[in-house]
Each structure stands twice: as C-alpha cells, then as structure tokens.
C-alpha cells in the first residue's frame, strides 16, 4: 500500500461538485506540506492547489474561487473540494506530498479520475 491514497473520483456535471480525498501516514499528514496536481490527456502535470503545515493556501489561477484544499489531521488526510466544475477540469487528479520544499513533491499517490461533462 502506497503512502498517499486517493479517493473520491468520479463523472461529474458542468456546474457540478466532488470532493477528493486523500489518506496519508500519519507523519506525513501531521508534518509534510502537501497538494494536489492533475494531469489531462495530452498535457504536462499541473499543480491545482497546496497547503503547507500551518495552513496556508495557495491555489493555481484556474482554479481560485472554485476549488478549497483542506488537511484534517486527526484524520490524516488531504482534501479537495471541488465546485462549480468545468469541462477543462477533466483529468487524472494526483495527491502529493514532500518533507521540505513545497511543490517539490517527493511522494505521489497513484491518482484518481475526474470527468466532467458539459
């Protein structure tokens, strides 16, 4: 079993809601920045949103004012909720995480599908 496992993919409306989550250790959830990328068919990964230990935010401009990254650690997971979604959305969304530099993601979880249909 990996260190990060997603759930929470599925097929989704335009205009619709979903909410990933991802399950970490609990030493990487309580200590380890951690984020969400995504990669669509025929596109590099992009990164989607981040959130170090403290709590601070910071979102990728595609999806500001839409998508909300949140981490409960009593639970040890990762979330992204995810609304008002749009066709462009669509991709394999992964959960990463790294001790050090966030965005320098070291540790990947194996993705999970997202598909929005207009």
């Known amino acids: 079993q990996g260190q990060l496992v997603e759930s929470g993919g599925g097929s989704v409306q335009a205009g619709g809601s979903l909410r990933l989550s991802c399950v970490a250790s609990?030493?990487?959830?309580?200590?380890?920045?951690m984020g969400w990328s995504r990669q669509a068919p025929g596109k590099e990964r992009e990164e989607v949103a981040r959130?170090?230990?403290?709590?601070?935010?910071v979102y990728a401009d595609s999806v500001k004012g839409r998508f909300t990254i949140s981490r409960d650690t009593a639970k040890n997971t990762l979330y992204l909720q995810m609304d008002n979604v749009n066709p462009d959305d669509t991709a394999v969304y992964y959960c990463?995480?790294?001790?050090?530099?966030?965005?320098?993601?070291?540790?990947w979880g194996q993705g999970t599908q997202v598909t929005v249909s207009s």
């Open positions: 990463a995480a790294d001790r050090y530099v966030c965005g320098s993601w070291s540790v």
């Open positions: 959130i170090d230990v403290g709590g601070t935010t």
């Open positions: 609990r030493y990487i959830a309580n200590t380890y920045c």
